[in-house]
């Protein structure tokens, strides 16, 4: 793999994840309803979903996901339905998420972690796109774990940083929105998230094609 490649690599990934999808806009939802430092969990349970995405693409089981429309329907409507849920949660909030279990000290960082966590690993998408993307960059004349290790690593400096971009986004508007501005703020992102649920639910692989 030469510095050429991993330069490509990174901008184009860098491009991808700062596009807004359901982990960018928990990012930006977290730091603005908890702050930067409780965001940090959320982008934690991000970062090791993906670490996980890559590890199954370097398996292969990113092929057997293809391979299996049972598997792409489950893990698809999974991921849809929790997105949807998330959504519905965040529309009927009246400011903070104090329906979610994300309640005060080491129980609040836990469910922010789990919710990213969940919500990046049960999308069907990503690991297809993973699967398609991540091997162009891949030398098949040379070690690939070594490969795919630099490539995950590159991946979690990535999220880290653009992620926490959004989480101080988040901080800075909950410095500046107060009750009915940010229960509006809340209900925008509940209404994304449901969005990306459908659009989720409705997505057949043949998009990719």
Same mark, same amino acid.
């Given at each position: ?44 349970? %991000?970062? &090791? =979903?993906?670490? *996980?995405?890559?590890?199954? #693409?370097?398996?292969? /089981?990113?092929?057997? $996901? ?82 795919? %290790?630099? &490539? =995950?690593?590159? *991946?979690?400096?990535?999220? #880290?940083?653009?992620? /926490?971009?959004?989480? $101080? ?41």
């Amino acid at each position: 793999m030469t510095l050429a490649t991993l330069l490509l690599f990174m901008i184009s990934s860098a491009a991808i994840i700062a596009m807004p999808g359901p982990t960018v806009l928990l990012a930006l939802h977290n730091g603005s309803n908890h702050g930067v430092r409780a965001a940090a969990w959320g982008m934690g349970g %991000a970062v &090791l =979903a993906d670490a *996980l995405l890559v590890t199954a #693409v370097a398996c292969g /089981l990113g092929i057997l $996901l293809q391979a299996s429309e049972t598997l792409f329907q489950a893990v698809k409507w999974g991921g849809a339905a929790y997105l949807v849920w998330l959504g519905w949660k965040m529309l009927r909030s009246s400011g903070t998420l104090t329906e979610l279990p994300v309640q005060q000290g080491s129980t609040r960082s836990a469910g922010l972690f789990m919710r990213c966590f969940v919500v990046a690993l049960t999308n069907p998408k990503a690991l297809l796109f993973m699967s398609a993307f991540l091997p162009q960059f891949i030398d098949s004349t040379q070690p690939q774990l070594p490969q795919y %290790a630099a &490539l =995950a690593l590159m *991946l979690t400096l990535l999220n #880290v940083s653009i992620m /926490l971009f959004y989480a $101080l986004c988040g901080a800075r508007l909950l410095s500046r929105l107060q009750g009915g501005h940010l229960r509006a703020f809340n209900r925008m992102t509940g209404g994304l998230l449901m969005t990306l649920g459908g659009v989720l639910a409705f997505y057949r692989r043949g998009a990719t094609n």
